[in-house]
């Protein structure tokens, strides 16, 4: 009875080449179980164990679970060569689909690879804002093509260099196809050889609504999240085709510029009287300059003891006025500001004047980059020359209000 139902099992070939191909699923699915189970566990506890970081890199990344996977394949596939009596058109069949599972699997591994040692790069503090990820995702691209490329050789029988002088017509459409990919690829050299942006910069897009710091630089695209913690994300060779603002040469430089201007009031502007001067003269910051500025003025030769300017009609003579004395006395606040950088530009200038009054305008550098800081220092400085204007008999411009129109009313 057994030996009929051997010699019917071999007589039906689709029959016994099934119990053969069930074996053998079943074989590589136990195969399978042992590497994941036994191999794999045991690579996780030897790498756990290791002093160095790179290896858990690689096993976060996959490497080692792509790498099981072929274990299963390569024991099919020993087992078939032992097998003479099968069908030789089921065995090449059967090792075609063995061979395009390893491509596929070892593609898999490869990438790992790749990204793992990306990963390592970018975790070097000196290389963290020189990311070269968009290059590993082109060589990522490359091999994935070479893999389908093998891929679809094997399943057509055909050599790979065949098939690749075959796509030769179709040249166009695929540079028409990876058009994006070559810009972005263009792009992604130009901004690294010319180090235009780095990962941390803080940029502004404003026409893509990007106002923040650049967390990823990709092959295709440039992640930033904004201040408001949404994320932009911009293509590539939006970077070159466009202009952007870096603040990277603000952070590198150690200062941030103040830029204000605030409106005096013309009406205000007048000479100031000995009075005004011995009053203002109780100002610190003022009193040493008030002095000087009085002796120049009074004409007096400290060793002749001589007056030597005519006092008898004051147009002839240099007199001190409340707005530029402020001015100075903005000078000599700002000088003694710890948190204004004495190493950057310091201006305190006029600007024209326009129906707004005099514009009088800051231009001065803080020693913090740091927003909020910066923000605080502005506001300090502002809030006490705002506050103390009318000291020198001067008086902010502001246009007229329903309260205003209300006192005149009154």
């Known amino acids: 009875m057994v030996l009929n139902l051997k010699e019917l099992f071999i007589q039906n070939t689709i029959g016994f080449h ?8 079943i074989l590589g699915f136990i195969a399978l179980l042992i590497s994941k189970k036994i191999v794999l566990t045991s690579i996780k506890k030897f790498v756990g164990k290791t002093k160095v970081t790179w290896d858990d890199v690689f096993y976060q990344n996959n490497l080692f679970k792509h790498l099981s996977y072929i274990l299963p394949v390569a024991l099919i596939y020993f087992l078939l060569t032992l097998m003479p009596s099968l069908h030789p058109k089921f065995v090449q069949a059967v090792l075609k689909i063995l061979t395009v599972i390893v491509t596929a699997f070892a593609t898999l591994s490869l990438l790992s690879i790749i990204t793992s040692i990306n990963v390592i790069y970018a975790s070097h503090p000196e290389f963290k804002d020189r990311p070269i990820k968009g290059y590993f995702q082109l060589i990522k691209l490359i091999i994935v093509i070479i893999c389908l ?3 679809v050789s094997i399943l057509l029988n055909m050599s790979p260099l065949v098939f690749l002088s075959s796509l030769g017509a179709l040249t166009a459409v695929l540079i028409l196809v990876f058009k994006d990919t070559i810009m ?5 050299i130009l901004l690294t050889s010319n180090d235009l942006v780095r990962i941390g910069d803080w940029i502004e897009m404003p ?5 923040g710091d650049v967390i990823d630089i990709a092959l295709h695209t440039i992640k930033i999240q904004n201040f408001d913690k949404t994320i932009t994300t911009i293509p590539t ?3 070159i085709d466009g202009s952007f603002k870096n603040w990277h ?3 590198q430089f150690g200062a941030r510029r103040i830029k204000r201007c605030i409106y005096l009031d013309l009406n205000h502007f007048k000479f100031l009287t000995e009075k005004d001067i011995q009053r203002l003269g109780q100002f610190k910051l003022l009193k040493n300059y008030l002095d000087e500025i009085s002796k120049q003025i009074s004409g007096l030769d400290e060793k002749s003891g001589e007056v030597t300017i005519d006092h008898t009609f004051s147009g002839n003579n240099r ?10 006395y903005l000078y000599f606040y700002l000088k003694n500001n710890p948190q204004i950088s004495k190493d950057a530009t310091f201006l305190i200038r006029q600007l024209a004047p326009t129906p707004n009054g005099l514009p009088l305008e800051l231009y001065i550098f803080a020693s913090e980059t740091d927003w909020i800081k910066y923000e605080n220092i502005q506001a300090d400085i502002f809030d006490h020359i705002l506050t103390i204007v009318p000291d020198f008999g001067l008086k902010l411009f502001q246009n007229p209000s329903g309260a205003d129109f209300g006192h005149i009313a009154h």
């Open 319 to 328: 007199r001190l006025t409340n707005v530029g004395t402020f001015r100075w």
């Open 249 to 251: 040469g603000m952070s």
């Open 18 to 25: 099934f119990i053969i191909s069930l074996g053998l699923l």
């Open 184 to 188: 972005s690829l263009i792009a992604s």
């Open 149 to 151: 490329i093998i891929i």
């Open 207 to 211: 026409q893509f609504g990007a106002d």
């Open 237 to 239: 060779n939006k970077l």
